[in-house]
């Protein structure tokens, strides 16, 4: 524990933790990030990686993985620690050597101590959306995935991936050159919520006997002997049963997120999602904790990347002059 004193605690690695890392390294401060996902970028990286988004200052067009990639290479440039897949879920103030300290336990048992803190943590902690399979979390490691890493991890196994959306339809074609074929790909509508196109060529991928189709259809067993070797799936409309071989159940489903323990810190909220900053400081109704970005509320807030990128600013630097008992002024980062 006394080990690692670092002045700010970055609670989420989405593009307002990277943007407060940034600004906290600038100021010559040190700064530890901890996010419970196994990935930096929060929603953008989550959510919309290939989607482009437009109105971000100085790049009229680009890919949300490209800017949270971008994010990471400025906001980590001062050499700020990340800790991923771990969960923020108690906060305590402490005192060691006579320093007042924040000490951040996390669901993992790690404790992080800092001098202040700065929530960044989006609309809370991001979970994939799991199956309705009873202890489904049992075959993690074993053959289920949440989400594709490395494509060779899927070489000439069979496939099975649920979902109806980009992430399900981008895989399903994105593993036609690695998987065994066909790949089954289930999804409980059947109507599928992805881009036209990738429907089309998963379509014409059927037709070539490369993918098989199953909706609206729904998995609802696992079976297997230490590792996934078939997987029960029903045909809704009907509700006949089938069981199909498979080494990989590749869930795509999407990200559930919860504010979680934050909620129970004791810092005031606003509404029932957000902690109430003042938005001059960003200071929460805790003493030494700033919150940023989507989980920062007050009246009038706008929930834009831009606008947590702009509280990153004004809190790191609110930090910053708190810790040293200066004046707030910000630092051109020129030279
Ligand atoms: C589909 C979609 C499209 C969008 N398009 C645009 C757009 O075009 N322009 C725009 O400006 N905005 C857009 N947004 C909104 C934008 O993505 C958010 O405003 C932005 O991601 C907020 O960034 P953030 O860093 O505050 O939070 P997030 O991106 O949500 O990141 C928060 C991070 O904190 C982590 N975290 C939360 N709780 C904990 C915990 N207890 N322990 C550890 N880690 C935790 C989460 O896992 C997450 O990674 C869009 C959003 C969506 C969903």
Redesign the pocket.
Known sequence: MDNGVVDVTI???????LAAAYYVGHRDGTARI????EQIG???A???PE?H????AGYPKVLGQTLVDLCAEQGLQYGAEVRLG???QTLERISQNGDELLALTTAQGNTYLSRAVII???????EPRRLGVENVDEWLGRGLHYVVREKAQFKDKRCVIVGGGDSALDWTLGLQDTARLPIVLVHRRDKFRALESSVNEARRLEQAGAVRILTPHEVRDVQGDGRIESVTIEKTDDSSLEQVECDALITLLGFVSHL???ADWGLELHGKRQILIDPKTCETSIPGVYAA???AGYEGKI????V?MGEAAIAANNVIAHLRGEKVQPKYSTD
């Open positions: 609670l989420g690695a989405g593009p307002t933790g901890v996010e419970s996902l929060g929603q953008v989550a959510t919309y989607k988004v437009y109105d971000v771990e969960e923020a960044t943590a989006g609309h809370g902690a991001f979680g323990a934050i970005g989507d989980v929930t834009l990347i831009t947590g």
